[in-house]
């Protein structure tokens, strides 16, 4: 953490915090002996820029783990990426949405990591959406000259930083669900999560649940370790009641941010971020008490943790 420059990553996601990286970075505690934990990796623009000696990056899309695999074993390079790049935004800018929908045709049937990078870049507003069958569905972004020689060399170098933080330090890459994550956490760990932001009504977002949100409170409190999680406090129209609900134990500090998620108007306003963590970061921030509640893993009504509804 030795860097005020924030480095946005090759592969973009939605909701991707490069505007909240120095608020994050400013209220984490990582020992150069910690691995950092990362169980929702998304864009991994966090974890990038903290660049930690030791860390475990997760994800439930197989995609991301696919491409930043390559990179770590030599398959993809910032040259390869380079060559891959000039070819096919050639193509598109001939072709235009004909190319575009044959390069998505021909992921969904052999995804290929780079075809994966080509659609993340010349998709509908940088979105990562799969139908029921398992299929890349986001339509063309209407944008033939796209992959400009600044554009390509832009992303080039994107992939060029991901090189060398590989070759600096251990870090592993592995598709599973979060819980499986963080049993490989232990005090020695740092854990930081992003997950699907609950209560937010956005398409890129409607698995996550109730039971979900509990079940990964649960998990991080079982793995002793320390840990902070990325949510949304309130906005112009309504509070985030979750964090009363089962968040209540934690420290908050939160923070003004706007940013675009998804295609909806009415998805792109105002939010106050909130950062949660089970340490002390700052006299300033915010506290929950915990004044005669207790804090267990088990509550018989099934609604937050016990005495919670």
């Known amino acids: 953490m030795t860097s005020d420059k924030v480095y946005v990553p090759p592969i973009k996601t939605q909701g991707i915090k490069t505007k909240l990286v120095p608020f994050i ?25 903290i660049a930690p000696s030791n860390a475990i990056f997760a994800d439930t899309n197989p995609h991301i783990i696919a491409f930043y ?69 986001v339509p063309y972004g209407h944008k033939p000259q796209r992959f400009s020689k600044a554009y390509i060399t832009k992303i080039v170098n994107q992939v060029a930083h991901v090189e060398g933080l590989l070759k600096c330090n251990n870090w592993s890459f592995i598709c599973q669900p979060f819980e499986q994550t963080i049993q490989l956490a232990n005090e ?40 902070m999680l990325s949510t949304w406090d309130h906005n112009s129209y309504r509070e985030n009641e979750y964090i009363e609900r089962i968040w209540y134990f934690c420290h908050k500090i939160t923070h003004e941010h706007f940013y675009y998620v998804g295609a909806k108007e009415e998805n792109r306003n105002s939010v106050i971020e909130a ?7 700052s006299e300033n921030q915010d506290v929950f008490p915990c004044q005669n509640r207790q804090l267990s893993l088990f509550c018989p009504d099934g609604i937050g943790f016990c005495g919670q509804k």
């Not at 970075?25 to 990038?48: A, C, Q, R, Y």
């Not at 598109?92 to 045709?105: F, G, I, N, Q």
């Not at 109730?210 to 409170?217: G, K, N, R």
């Not at 950062?275 to 970061?281: D, F, I, S």
């Open 25 to 49: 970075k400013d209220h984490i505690f990582l020992s150069e002996t910690n691995t950092w934990v990362e169980p929702f990796m998304g864009s991994g623009v966090v974890g990038f820029n």
């Open 69 to 137: 695999n390559q990179i770590k074993e030599g398959g993809i390079t910032a040259h390869l990426v380079r060559s891959f790049l000039e070819e096919e935004g050639y193509i598109l800018s001939k072709r235009d949405d004909a190319y575009y929908y044959e390069v998505r045709d021909r992921f969904n049937r052999e995804h290929d990591p780079l075809d994966f990078l080509f659609l993340n870049r010349a998709c509908f507003n940088g979105m990562i959406r799969f139908n029921r069958n398992s299929e890349f569905n």
């Open 188 to 227: 020695a760990s740092f854990i930081y999560c992003d997950p699907p932001y609950i209560g937010r009504h956005v398409d890129y977002y409607d698995s996550w649940n109730v039971e979900e949100e509990q079940a990964l409170c649960e998990a991080l409190i079982a793995s002793n370790a320390r840990f």
């Open 275 to 281: 950062l949660l963590t089970n340490y002390a970061v």
